[in-house]
């Protein structure tokens, strides 16, 4: 069975730029969800996807944002980046919202020069 | 607020030498309690998830309890393979699939 895949794997911008970063779940998996790993911070929630609605969201700026599409595939945005965007971003999936095992793809590791 | 606090945050053993590492942890209404392995530059890796106060599971060498107030990560003879960041999580009931995570312990295993 496939795992989580993301894309890109690595990805360089300049201030001001915007980026999307995109996230294939496990088979049959509905639920998507995406974080923000730095050094400083360590893992912290963006936002969850489940059928297509946002259905929670962390303490980060509107300029994060994000969407599912009927397939279950996510996307996130990210505009106008700032240097402390710089992070590898990570999308997990699982099939449900019950407190089911939650599984992370490789990440995308965002640079903002 | 959900919190998480691994300790130590660090921590050098020798092949051989069990270890424990420590989750502790406030959460309004447990859904459950989390436990991945990191590599440096890969994703978390799913280990376990504990559910109630008492429950145990064990994967090769790793052992993972949960109390109402912590979790431990029991490390029975590591191997060099052990080595990465171990990380814990909790799932608030109310919270849909957020979790929230501890700072993680990063383990060195020498041969």
């Known amino acids: 069975k496939a795992g989580v895949t993301q894309t890109p794997r690595y990805l360089i911008k300049t201030r001001g730029q915007q980026v999307t970063l995109s996230c294939s779940p496990i088979s049959g998996h509905r639920s998507v969800s995406w974080y923000q790993q730095t050094p400083g911070q360590g893992l912290q929630f963006l936002f969850e996807y489940f059928s297509e609605t946002q259905r929670n969201k962390g303490n980060f700026p509107g300029r994060f944002s994000g969407r599912q599409f009927s397939n279950s595939r996510s996307e996130m945005n990210v505009s106008t980046l700032e240097l402390g965007d710089s992070a590898l971003y990570l999308c997990?999936?699982?099939?449900?919202?019950?407190?089911?095992?939650?599984?992370f793809g490789p990440g995308t590791r965002l640079t903002v020069l | 607020e959900d919190q998480v606090t691994q300790s130590p945050e660090a921590l050098r053993l020798q092949e051989g030498e069990s270890s424990s590492l420590n989750c502790s942890y406030t959460v309004s209404g447990l859904r459950g309690l989390f436990w991945y392995r990191q590599d440096p530059g890969k994703g978390p890796e799913f280990l376990f998830t504990?559910?109630?106060a008492g429950e145990e599971k064990e994967k090769e060498r790793l052992k993972a309890t949960l109390t109402k107030k912590e979790s431990f990560l029991h490390i029975t003879a590591p191997k060099p393979e052990d080595s990465a960041t171990y990380l814990c999580?909790?799932?608030?009931?109310?919270?849909?699939?957020?979790?929230?995570f501890g700072g993680g312990t990063r383990v060195l295993v020498k041969p």
């Open positions: 997990a999936s699982s099939y449900s919202r019950q407190g089911t095992e939650q599984f």
């Open positions: 999580a909790v799932q608030a009931a109310a919270a849909g699939n957020k979790l929230t």
């Open positions: 504990l559910y109630s």
